[in-house]
């Protein structure tokens, strides 16, 4: 039987990460996986703070081959080859059922949110096939013990036995430390019988694959005559939004000719399949007219219900990543960042308190800030969600979640502090957004609005949201035209 201080369960690029940094601290450590690289992953839309806190890592525990995915202009410089797309901002698009896509002057229908100032600073999608295979190899030419298609069972002894099976081979290793990357299996909260978080504010389930051929919306824009001459940046070259009566659509587009793309459906209302929803849409449709699924290799995932967390998130022994933790909606892109941040703080309690009293305080204050964090999201995703029935209620509900992104951006990169994600540990804003998740729910349930209401509600969101906003949100020179939005840095990435 081999010993390792820490073992790791799944090596996407957060359990591959996460190995790297802790031998990096000296540990010995093991990643498990039961499949193999490279295979369909979704989730794959970066953020400025998915860039500062990579960089940070890199920087910190000396993984210079990191450094050039914090942005796309070194990404296609020192690795060409590892697929990925540029990403400019956020853009949106607010579409009615069985009704021609239509805009006016004052972009009543259109939102843009610029996040870095050119292409070659531009964050990225990550084409998780690829990125996670290259997180994958350099675990491989590491001294990290890397084991893929393994079968195994847990069992909780003095630390952590594994056992198991790869490829008609025993396995046997003993931990004293067991760290959860499996994401949705969660294989350790399971064996250990922790209760399951079921109270959520968002409902929502999705329908999603990779697909080629996909039109540009820029393109159908373009025959449709829509004037695109005030958007900051071509709208595909974004994490792409379409705002729907029953949710969003998302597209994701990368430099290999893959889109992603994944209807995310309000579970309160009927259920419709793919085919039934695109013919509610005509702009999207024509989008997808000549497309094709070329991932996964069975055909479009859908999804029952995707939110989901644990009670508890660490013990003395254990402890998972944030993916593991919970999830609530793909909306505001949160995955990669939130994972960093919770890699990053992970990493800081074993490297300060491995042999230490503390280790279990401090790995009880791991677990609750990762529960912080979750409602908070859930919060902010809910609010989009509940004010989705007229988009200027929309616009407000989305400029929370960039006041909490640059917010949290601005301290990571001007005061050199390190918040919860999204300035989860900052209550007074936890409370604005509460407050105003039960005015948009309020609202919600009415059936008439005047525009003046509509008006003062979005007047309203600005004035509670002041503190937080550093970057001119609500007072755009153009209508819902962001030209950057992204905290200064004090050096370019």
Sequence with gaps: MQHFDVVILGAGFGGSLTALLLDRIGLSVALIDRGKHPRFSIGESSTPAAGYLLQSLSQKYDLPQFQPFCKYGTWQQACPDVGCGVKRGFSYF???PDLRFQT???HGSELLVTANL???LADTHWYRADVDEFFAKQVQDSNVLYLDQTEILLQRTDGWQISGSRNGEEVSLQAAFLIDASGAAGLVPR???????TEFATRSRAIYGHFRDVKLWDEVLEQRQVDCSDYPFACDLAA???????????QLRFNNGITSAGLVLDERQAGMDWRQMLARYPAIEAQFAEASVVGPETGLVTTGRLQRGWTQ???NDWALLPHTAGFIDPLHSTGIAQTLCGIERLVSVLEQHWKTDSRGDQLADYSKSLQIERSLIDGLVACCYRSRFDFNLFTASTLIYFAAATSFEHQRSQEQKQPLFLCADDSEFVRTVDRWLQLVSDWEQQTRFAKAEIRQAVEQAERMLTPWNRVGLFQPAVPNMYYYTAAPELEPR
């Excluded at 064996?191 to 978080?197: K, S």
Aim: aromatic fraction near 6%; include cysteine.
């Design 191 to 197: 064996a250990l019988g922790i209760r399951p978080q």
């Design 313 to 315: 998130c660490a013990g």
């Design 104 to 106: 006016d002057t004052a």
């Design 94 to 96: 607010v579409h009615q």
């Design 240 to 250: 792409l939004h379409h705002v729907l009566q029953e949710g969003w659509m998302w």
């Design 118 to 120: 050119s292409e070659t």
